[in-house]
T-cell receptor, first 114, second 115 residues
């Protein structure tokens, strides 16, 4: 049981380049989330998904797109990277319903945009 | 609008001491209050959580105290150890499927426990 995995672990982009971050979970969780973590800012929700084929905006969605074509995968895309998107990105997942609130986090992707 | 305010930003404690981190919230719809622990280079992991029907929850050396009327909750780490050195985040979530159980996080507290 790998839990939540993220690919890649590190990436350096030039301004204007695009990339996709992959999140995968093997816990059959319905809900998946993408966060960014910046020093002194905590974790801020970018986009989330409540099930396969669904996506919704979070607190800081601008400059990002997401897709959830398969239940186990949640992709985060940057179409034209900007230095302000330099951050550590975390994916999380959880079961549906009120039975269990816990979100399980991946190990993160450190992205630098120069 | 920051819905969960966490303090202090950083905390230094001696081994064996008590670490206390405080959080305050504004949204009265919140009814799940977890604390996450994050070690350098790792993702956050759930440490302990509380629902507002109790005022305190204890798991080993970690205790959450909850004050519903004041809209405040805190994490107490008893007998703090160097291995507790990490960043701690409080969070809150409404108990509503319509909210999609989204967590709102505090900004984090960097705890250093000196040996």
């Amino acid at each position: 049981n790998a839990g939540v995995t993220q690919t890649p672990k590190f990436r350096v982009l030039k301004t204007g380049q695009s990339m996709t971050l992959l999140c995968a979970q093997d816990m059959n969780h319905e809900y998946m989330y993408w966060y960014r973590q910046d020093p002194g800012m905590g974790l801020r929700l970018i986009h989330y998904s409540v099930g396969e084929g669904t996506t919704a905006k979070g607190e800081v969605p601008d400059g990002y797109n997401v897709s959830r074509l398969k239940k186990q995968n949640f992709l985060l895309g940057l179409e034209s990277a900007a230095p302000s998107q330099t951050s550590v990105y975390f994916c999380a997942s959880r079961l549906t319903g009120a039975a269990s609130y816990e979100q399980y986090f991946g190990p993160g992707t450190r992205l630098t945009v120069t | 609008q920051q819905q969960v305010k966490q303090s202090p930003q950083s905390l230094i404690v001696q081994k064996g001491g008590i670490s206390i981190i405080n959080c305050a919230y504004e949204n009265t719809a919140f009814d799940y209050f977890p604390w996450y622990q994050q070690f350098p280079g790792k993702g956050p992991a759930l440490l302990i959580a509380i629902r507002p029907d109790v005022s305190e929850k204890k798991e080993g050396r970690f205790t959450i105290s909850f004050n519903k009327s004041a809209k405040q909750f805190s994490l107490h780490i008893m007998d703090s150890q160097p291995g507790d050195s990490a960043t701690y985040f409080c969070a809150a979530s409404p108990n509503s499927g319509g909210s999609n159980y989204k967590l709102t996080f505090g900004k984090g507290t960097l705890l250093t426990v000196n040996p």
